[in-house]
Each structure stands twice: as C-alpha cells, then as structure tokens.
C-alpha cells in the first residue's frame, strides 16, 4: 500500500466519526491556538511598548542629577552641558535642559491642572513632537524669557473646545502667557495624564515660573543610533568628573532600554508558549488514547490485511499517518482559531495588531509541533496495531 492510500484511508477513517475526530482534535485546536494568542499577545505588547519608546524620540539620551540629602543641591548648569555637546559635536546632535512640574491652567472660566515642560528650542527635535498649528519655540523665546507656551491636545480640548488656542492668553500658576502653538496630537483619543496632557515654555521662563534655578535633567539626542554609546561614554565621563561618583547622576538611552525590554519580553514569549505548549502534550495524550481504541475496534481488519500480505511496516505507518493527519487537521484549525483571535484581542485591549509576517515562525513551529505530537504519541498504538498476531487478531470478537 502506497502513502497516498494510508493518506485516503486516514481521512475515510476521520469521516466516518465525525465527532470522535473532532474531539480528538480538541486538545491539539486548544493548543495550538493558545500557543499563537499568547505569544501574539506579548508580540503586540512589545511592539506598543517599542512604539511608544521610540516616539518619545530619535536617539535619546536621558540624563538625571541627584539633588542629594537635605540642605545640598547638586545641579549641571546649562553652559557645562552645552559645552559636552560642543566638545563632542560628532556624537551629539541636540541637548536640552528639561524643567518639570504640574501647573494650573486658566483660560476664562475654564482650567486644568497639567504637566509643564520648561525647554529649549531643540526640544521637539529631540522628542519628535511637531506642531498642527502656529510654530514652535525659538531661540529667541529662549533667551529672552519670554512668556510663551506651547499646549498639547488635552489642554486644548480642556481649554479651548473647538476654538483655535494659537494667539489665546493663558494664565499658568496665575502668570500671563500667549499661545504660540498647538503640538500635534501623540494618540487618537487624547486624554488626562497621557503625552497630549502637557505645556511646553521656555526652560528660561519655567524657573522664574516655579522659583527654582536648579536643573536637575537633561534631554540628549544622538546623530545616530552608531554614535549613542560615544554620546553616553561622554556625558558619563563629564559627570563623574564633576561629583566624583555615579551615585549622584543616572544616564539612560532608549537603545539600552528597548534591548533590555526586548530582552525581557523574548523571555515571556519563551514562558508563554510553554505554558501553552503543555496544553497540546495533553492533547497529543487524548490522541494516543483514541487510536488505542480505534486498534481496538479494528482488530480484525488489521487481522484480515496481515493474512491477506499485509506488512507490519504497512500497518505501522498507516497508523501513523490517520494519527499525524488528526494532529495537523487540529493543527491547521488551531492556527486559523488563533490568528483571528489573537488579531481581535489586540484591537480590544487597544495593541496594534501583529502583521502576519511576524506570526510566522510561531504559526509554522505550532504546526510542526502538532505534527510531531501526532507522530509521537501515535507511535505506541500504531506499534500495537502492526505487532498483532493475525491469527489472534482474526478470532478477536
């Protein structure tokens, strides 16, 4: 009997019990579809975070300055961080001083308590933040101090509604300050405490603001992703040269951070579809069973084959095949149940979807793996199947 034979009879096999077949199948639909949602998951989880990482800017080197214990203040004044820049014009691209705190904003009756970002003009290239309307802030604005400010989505839809912010007065901390522009939105639903939450003013104008000279905290952007380790060698170097310890500063860039992440989530990804993959071991032990009754019932029809010439090699392998065709028709709707599902569970917990292409390795491992656990647990009934004594076989009732 030749293998596209062992290929028919296995399907007529399957045909003939329907629900048997199915269930089955069950364990190994089961697990392969949760092998390829939880990975997916944690593909699209990485992805968003990758996203989000990447969007807070191009090459960013963040720097951060203990204040230390009570009474000190340890702070970088802006000429020494520029001047790192301009010793080290190769690797550095932009450098800003960064001026955080929350404010209350009022614009006629209506207010909101923010997030206020005092910076440079450097600012939006380095955290890629453009503008939808009016302009962004200059050089100018910066060195003379000027009451200007910039506003995010939220604030906008806060304050404004649907009227145009751009030459509006607001008032910050009770302080006058006219709207020069609208930074484009960072999400499609801009909401409280997220990135479209914030004002933009000058550095300049932000530590008269809030009454405090001290900058703790710079942002760096590298000429390129092949110069970030030059560009964070030479801030470290400076710092510790300046403290004389690395206790009192952190430097961080997003390359370091996203490995690390990367790296994590690759983890995960390993973890969950282990998990998962145990769900198809037990359904490959639900297949083993259903074929050492299926030998059961049909014991005098591997009897009447053997007497007829029938090999043991013959039986063994048409065994195996109806086993390896169950595991790899569960497979396949396995695969199906979990790309759809996986791409519907994204689109609900707002993730992007992961492309196909991505999908490709766990979905083409997923089959295998069902194939094998087909194979595999298989092999004992269909080892059974072809040792049977045709004589026995024949008088079995």
């Not at 500063?249 to 995960?268: F, G, K, P, R």
Request: charge should be neutral; include cysteine.
């Amino acid at each position: 009997m030749n293998i596209f034979m062992s290929f028919k009879m296995a399907i007529s096999s399957i045909l003939s019990s329907k629900v048997r077949s199915f269930l089955t199948m069950l364990g190994i639909i089961i697990g392969v579809a949760a092998v390829i949602i939880l990975v997916n998951m944690v593909t699209a989880a990485t992805l968003n975070m990758r996203s989000q990482l990447e969007g807070m800017g191009t090459n960013l080197i963040n720097v951060s300055i203990s204040r230390g214990g009570w009474g000190m203040t340890r702070s970088v004044s802006v000429d020494e961080i520029e001047k790192i820049a301009e010793e080290n014009e190769d690797s550095i691209e932009y450098i800003t001083p960064i001026v955080n705190s929350r404010g209350t904003v009022k614009y006629g009756n209506s207010n909101v308590s923010t997030t206020l970002y005092g910076v440079n003009e450097h600012y939006g290239k380095i955290r890629n933040r453009e503008i939808s309307e009016g302009r962004f802030l200059t050089e100018a604005d910066v060195t003379d101090r000027k009451s200007v400010v910039l506003i995010g989505e939220y604030v906008r839809s806060q304050l404004f509604g649907a009227q145009d912010p751009v030459g509006q007065e607001i008032k910050i901390n009770n302080e006058v300050f006219t709207v020069i522009g609208l930074l484009e939105a960072k999400s499609s639903n801009a909401s409280q405490g997220g990135e479209d939450d914030v004002i933009i003013i000058p550095y300049s104008r932000a530590t008269r603001l809030i009454r405090n000279a001290n900058i703790n905290s710079f942002a760096v952007s590298a000429k390129s992703a092949d110069t970030m380790t030059a560009a964070t060698s030479a801030i470290e170097t400076f710092l510790y040269r300046k403290f004389k310890s690395d206790d009192y500063y952190t430097v961080t860039n997003l390359a370091a951070t996203i490995d690390i992440i990367d790296d994590a989530l690759s983890v995960m990804t390993l973890l969950m579809a282990g998990i998962a993959g145990i769900s198809l071991v037990v359904g490959g032990i639900g297949i083993m069973n259903i074929m050492l009754v299926t030998v059961t019932e049909r014991t005098r029809e591997i009897g009447i084959r053997k007497a007829i010439g029938a090999k043991t090699g013959t039986i063994l392998v048409q065994f195996l095949i109806e086993s390896a065709v169950v595991s790899c028709l569960g497979g396949v709707v396995g695969i199906v149940l979990g790309v759809v599902g996986s791409h519907f569970m994204c689109v609900g917990l707002g993730m992007p979807a992961v492309p196909l292409a991505k999908q490709t390795t766990v979905i083409v491992g997923s089959f295998l793996f069902s194939a094998a656990i087909g194979i595999f647990f298989g092999l004992y009934p269909a080892r059974k199947a072809a040792k049977l004594n045709p004589i026995e076989a024949l008088r079995f009732e």
